[in-house]
């Protein structure tokens, strides 16, 4: 198939939804991006395809040296920043994940980075965040906190505030996925993404919304850290007092206003995916597709498996957006002797 970006009549006459994301942005975004980020595999699985009744695609984000999407948005951020004669820093929150793509694209361009992060934090990623030259401050409380420190430092100092999806290049970084599976594949009928912030979320459900808007683009969370759902069922911000899930890359508590009037313009389907379903879908990821994944790549597959019939016969698209997991917890996970996930599923066959 064509490339998109060599084809000026889809991108004339492609039909922006209302969000602050610009399509012609994300084909300029896609030449920012370093080549170990860019064009991941994505395949089909016809083995966890056919339990789950579907035809399953997996767009595999983890083949890269931080093992998660977020090298994508961080890069463009980084570029962005190593032309600006004002700023040589950046801070940011994280969980893990966007701390190790920050760290990563400021060493590239020698851009110090500070991560913050919360103390309950994977430590592993931790670790990462500081192999790849990145400081850390660590604080009491969950990642809401942490964002809060990195308010503050960016204000006190001289240092770009990279506020995964609340800045544009994070989520039109991502957004460059959506054009590889667009050039990829002449027809999806589902793409499965994993909500959390929103950058992944809103960034490809931009492009699809763009190129492929027959696509029904799905966004996912645990029912255990559901804030941004229940904001865009709500069509308001909706808080939550605390986050109670393993899938720790996107438990926040306080959506961001902006973000969410992006994700009403591109989201179709906001599910709520139970622990169980989580587990059961690391598991069968593992098993069919040799992966090992993070929970929060796991979302996708938790939804299919707890409303089959919506996704039978299709076309289906997940992302498997990390998998940053510490070993004994995977093992832990995959392990759960719960199947009551696997066992409604291929009940419902």
């Not at 430092?153 to 999806?165: F, K, P, R, T």
Request: net charge neutral; glycine share 10%; proline share 4%.
């Amino acid at each position: 198939m064509q490339p998109v970006s060599e084809s000026p009549a889809a991108f004339r006459e492609a039909r922006q939804p209302d969000t602050r994301l610009d399509l012609g942005r994300i084909f300029e975004a896609r030449k920012q991006i370093s080549r170990m980020f860019r064009d991941t595999p994505q395949f089909g699985c016809p083995s966890l395809g056919d339990l789950l009744g579907c035809e399953l695609v997996i767009k595999l984000e983890t083949a890269n040296p931080i093992r998660c999407f977020k090298g994508r948005g961080t890069e463009v951020a980084m570029s962005r920043l190593a032309r600006s004669a004002d700023q040589r820093a950046a801070v940011c929150a994280s969980a893990g994940n966007l701390g190790q793509a920050l760290a990563y694209s400021g060493r590239e361009r020698s851009i110090g980075v500070t991560v913050v992060a919360a103390k309950s934090a994977n430590a592993a990623k931790i670790d990462r965040i500081r192999g790849l030259g990145g400081a850390v401050e660590l604080v009491e409380g969950d990642i809401e906190e942490a964002r809060k420190r990195a308010r503050e430092i960016a204000a006190s100092g001289n240092a770009l505030l990279v506020e995964d999806s609340e800045n544009l290049d994070t989520c039109e970084g991502a957004g460059t996925i959506g054009l590889e599976l667009v050039e990829g594949f002449g027809r999806i009928d589902t793409i499965l993404l994993a909500l959390g912030g929103g950058a992944l979320a809103t960034g490809v459900g931009h492009v699809f919304k763009c190129l492929s808007p027959a696509t029904e683009v799905v966004c996912i969370q645990p029912s255990g850290a559901p804030a941004m759902a229940l904001s865009w069922r709500a069509r308001s911000i909706v808080t939550t007092d605390r986050a109670d899930t393993i899938a720790d890359g996107v438990a926040g508590r306080f959506p961001i206003a902006a973000v969410l009037q992006d994700l009403l313009a591109v989201a179709n389907h906001v599910p709520l995916v139970e622990e169980a379903s989580i587990k059961a879908g690391m598991r069968l990821l593992l098993r069919h597709a040799g992966l090992v994944v993070e929970p929060s790549a796991a979302l996708g597959v938790a939804a299919m498996l707890e409303d089959l019939s919506r996704y039978r016969g299709k076309r289906v698209v997940t992302v498997i957006c990390g998998s940053n997991v510490l070993p004994e917890a995977f093992c832990r996970w995959t392990q759960d002797q719960s199947r009551s996930a696997i066992a409604s599923s291929e009940g419902s066959r």
